[in-house]
T-cell receptor, first 109, second 113 residues
Framework: GENVEQHPSTLSVQEGDSAVIKCTYSDSASNYFPWYKQELGKGPQLIIDIRSNVGEKKDQRIAVTLNKTAKHFSLHITETQPEDSAVYFCAATDDKIIFGKGTRLHILP | DTAVSQTPKYLVTQMGNDKSIKCEQNLGHDTMYWYKQDSKKFLKIMFSYNNKELIINETVPNRFSPKSPDKAHLNLHINSLELGDSAVYFC????????????FGEGSWLTVV
């Protein structure tokens, strides 16, 4: 089955700087890669996703890149703001969705 | 309007008790899920139902019994609660098929003492 590794587990960046979270997956059949943001006391919410026929996708300050050959994908947040502080999960889907272990992102003032 | 709603939000109970968590979605989705999130924030799927039929059961102890009276509801009943059951339980739903967004509820914080 699919295995998703996510790094780093914790990330602190200065407000205004960029943050990058990286994930790798094991099953080359996986074709859908969503990213979820979980704020304190809330459930995870989808923020961006990418499918295997696309290499990059952007939505304002967030972007996701996918390298199918290397089986890794990354989340990029530019111009970070305090409200970006949260736990972020990557996921990969073959016959079911498998989540990474999460990255706790701290935006420092 | 809350899309995926689950109750109760907080539950503190003693070992050995039986408890239920209820979940309802008003998104018209065919598929519903229960996820468990432990203290390290790891999200693990427990069950998935499609149109009231169980399609994923991830080797969860049989003390956990999901019930789906209709496709908008998926309740979770837990018998003989153990300390290790303490976690946040998330209900979620999506359209049928892979590659569809999963919408999570706000979570139910279960503490077993």
């Amino acid at each position: 089955g699919e295995n998703v590794e996510q790094h780093p587990s914790t990330l602190s960046v200065q407000e205004g700087d960029s943050a990058v979270i990286k994930c790798t997956y094991s099953d080359s059949a996986s074709n859908y890669f969503p990213w979820y943001k979980q704020e304190l006391g809330k459930g995870p919410q989808l923020i961006i996703d990418i499918r295997s026929n696309v290499g990059e996708k952007k939505d304002q300050r967030i972007a996701v890149t996918l390298n199918k050959t290397a089986k890794h994908f990354s989340l990029h947040i530019t111009e970070t703001q305090p409200e970006d502080s949260a736990v972020y999960f990557c996921a990969a889907t073959d016959d079911k969705i498998i989540f990474g272990k999460g990255t706790r992102l701290h935006i420092l003032p | 309007d809350t899309a995926v709603s689950q109750t109760p939000k907080y539950l503190v109970t003693q070992m050995g008790n039986d408890k239920s968590i209820k979940c309802e979605q008003n998104l018209g989705h065919d598929t519903m899920y229960w996820y468990k999130q432990d203290s390290k924030k790891f999200l693990k799927i427990m069950f998935s139902y499609n149109n009231k039929e169980l399609i994923i059961n991830e080797t969860v102890p049989n003390r956990f019994s999901p019930k789906s009276p209709d496709k908008a509801h998926l309740n979770l009943h837990i018998n003989s609660l153990e300390l290790g059951d303490s976690a946040v339980y998330f209900c979620a739903s999506s359209q049928q098929g892979l590659g569809n967004t999963i919408y999570f509820g706000e979570g139910s914080w279960l503490t077993v003492v």
